[in-house]
């Protein structure tokens, strides 16, 4: 390839691409939907590719960035302008867990399970179901969290609050699975954890749908019915 052209194309293609990022808006680059997520690497794909493909001259590269900045255009602004256009391009929150119960059927319909729930809490910095009242899966992939009053952020200093040992929660019951090796780590063993169950008016593990253990505050469940 010839330096010269290459040069030339390294500019054109640079140019353009600023130019698409500022009329298309910061969200191609946040990737804030599936839509503008695959948008960004179709980008890069057609910049990439044309530079280093002999066949493909400056036209081409210009033709084919402006094409394609001229359909994201046309999608962000058809979603401005209307709502349910809005709603197929950018999608919507889903709310995982309501009032503090998990919604089991908005799991299923997001193709997720407690396991991949329980991660995504813990990456926000929150490590227990029981401390959530609501949470949304954005359309991103990330969650917005809203906490119960008493698990909200304060200072300990605010109120003369004296430092308590900070205890990690440990989930003993899966989708009815009981765990018996956390059980075990924990102390405890079958006979616990029937008579911790019964008090919750549960008699068989297939009825849990999620069980953990905090030191200090007990077992928190949430059964299948």
Request: some cysteine.
């Amino acid at each position: 390839m010839n330096i010269i052209n290459l040069t030339l194309e390294l500019v054109v293609g640079f140019f353009f691409l600023f130019l698409i990022v500022k009329f298309v808006g910061k969200k191609i680059i946040n990737q804030i939907s599936p839509f503008t997520f695959i948008a960004a690497i179709v980008l890069g794909e057609l910049l990439g590719n044309a530079l280093y493909d002999n066949k493909v001259g400056v036209f081409y590269i210009i033709y084919s960035m402006t094409i394609w900045g001229g359909l994201l255009f046309g999608v962000e602004y058809l979603s401005q302008k209307i709502l349910i256009f809005r709603g197929v391009i950018e999608g919507k929150p889903s709310a995982l867990i309501k009032n503090g119960v998990v919604d089991r059927e908005a799991l299923r319909k997001n193709r997720m399970n407690i396991n991949q729930l329980q991660s995504l809490l813990r990456q926000s910095e929150t490590f227990s179901i029981r401390e959530v009242a609501f949470c949304y899966l954005e359309a991103n992939g990330s969650i917005s969290i809203l906490k119960k009053s008493k698990y909200q952020k304060t200072t300990q200093e605010d109120f003369n609050i004296p430092s308590k040992t900070v205890s990690v929660p440990v989930t003993l019951i899966r989708d009815g699975k009981v765990l018996w090796d956390e059980i075990d780590d924990l102390g405890f063993n079958e006979a616990w954890l029937k008579s911790e169950l019964t008090t919750k008016n549960i008699t068989d593990y297939k009825d849990v749908f999620f069980a953990e253990w905090i030191e200090g505050e007990g077992l928190f469940i949430q059964s299948l019915h």
